[in-house]
Nanobody, 121 residues
Framework: QVQLVESGGGLVQPGGSLRLSCAASGSIFRTYNMGWYRQAPGQQRELVAIITNEGITNYADSVKGRFAISGDDAKNTVYLQMNTLKPEDTAAYYC???????????????WGQGTQVTVSS
């Protein structure tokens, strides 16, 4: 019922910037929060940033001050602006939404397919 599609990943030099987008489509009654996670090869998936339906944001310490999460409720889209990128930011980035699909649906987490971000010279 709900699909999340990420875009905006790619190759960037250290110190550069990228903006990731995640568009949600399908049946969406209410979104409680949207977040970005990342996972490097051989590593556990970690939370990068999250934004609630009230606009409250939280960030991993490793990206605080460099990344910014924002959302557009009308477009059902969440963004991740990534600045001052470092090689250690290299990972597959996944969009996650905590969403109620219909008025009678339970809340659940939906995941996008991921988009690769590579920070390298």
């Amino acid at each position: 019922q709900v699909q999340l599609v990420e875009s905006g990943g790619g190759l960037v030099q250290p110190g550069g910037s990228l903006r990731l987008s995640c568009a949600a489509s399908g049946s969406i009654f209410r979104t409680y929060n949207m977040g970005w996670y990342r996972q490097a090869p051989g590593q556990q998936r970690e939370l990068v940033a999250i934004i609630t339906n009230e606009g409250i944001t939280n960030y991993a310490d490793s990206v605080k001050g460099r990344f910014a999460i924002s959302g557009d409720d009308a477009k059902n889209t969440v963004y991740l602006q990534m600045n001052t990128l470092k090689p250690e930011d290299t990972a597959a980035y996944y969009c996650q939404g905590t969403i109620v699909a219909t008025v009678s649906s339970p809340v659940r987490a939906y995941w996008g397919q991921g988009t690769q971000v590579t920070v390298s010279s």
